[in-house]
């Protein structure tokens, strides 16, 4: 969990939205101090994770203008399929060995070449007496760190964190949650490109990755499908009326592709499963593109688990005066990465 230090905007950039969280921390805990969010116009996802670096900068500067955002210290987040988390175990060696054999040990287990990431590792608890450790693994592809950077600059931002985006979806969860169910689960965050999931044992991170599908999977769909535009499909997809689009066929496809989701979702349970040798109890769902009518129940169904959609400020104090109902209830489900970076504070380790 995070320190209290200075506090930081928590910036999480999505595929087609862009979240700013600020968090304060007082006597009674954390509480909410900004929460904004703006569209990023067509074309600021390039070809696959690649991003339109200048046209996403300009939509943060001006997101940080229009509301008059002072701090400019930010925690950004990243995801994408350059991201990589994995719980490992290793006989116990001495810190300065572990660094040494860290490098061979990602090699093994996650799919980058380490001289073109960044890779960090956590030493999770053990009992004294056990002659294993525990550590989680993570890995980012230097590329998209740097891409990142450079976008958080060109805003005339300070990244003062970098942080994985899957690993801010277990931030949310611990202030919010307290730990409060040991047994395994899995937080799943279906955004517009990607859809992230990270598995739980005894409340911390045992494994994390991304699907390639999420909301725009539904929007690519329906536009096909039906032969509507992509912004029109968009907007058949949200339930808006755009006369031509057949509701039964319309209905038709958002189950399709609701059911080739959950079936990824599944076979991932399942591998999870199979290698930690147990099985996850409950799902936690957050982000935009799960929001979809009646989405938790065909998950629920179709993994044969409870779902329980996120409540990102559930322990968060939350000024009704200066926040309404309807910008809260608007952010709940986009918020949950926000949160968890917002959760970082100047001085942590990225």
Known sequence: MASHGPDLVGLDI?????KLVELGFGYHGF???MLEAASLSAGAILDGD??????????IRKLFQEHNIKNKKVAVGVSGSS?????IQLPKVPKDELDEIIPWEAEQYLP?????????????PTSPEEKTMNLLLAACSREKVNELLQIVQKAGLYPAVVDLALLALENQYEINYHLENHKP????????GQTSINFLINGSTALAGALPLGGNTYTSAISERLGLSLERAEMAKRGRSIGKANPKALRQILINVSLELIHKIKQYIKSFSATHQTEVSRIL????????????HLLSEGLGLPVERTNPFKEIAVDNKKFTLEQISYMTPLAAVGVGLATRRLGDKS
């Open 14 to 18: 999505g595929a087609d939205t862009i």
């Open 31 to 33: 509480y909410l101090k």
């Open 50 to 59: 690649r991003l339109n670096t200048e046209l996403i900068a300009d939509s």
């Open 83 to 87: 991201v990589a988390v994995k719980l």
């Open 112 to 124: 980058f070449d380490p001289g073109k990431s960044f890779i960090d590792y956590q030493i999770l």
């Open 185 to 192: 689960m899995a937080l799943i965050d279906i955004g517009a």
């Open 285 to 296: 769902l957050s982000g935009g593109g799960g929001l979809l009518r009646g989405f938790d």
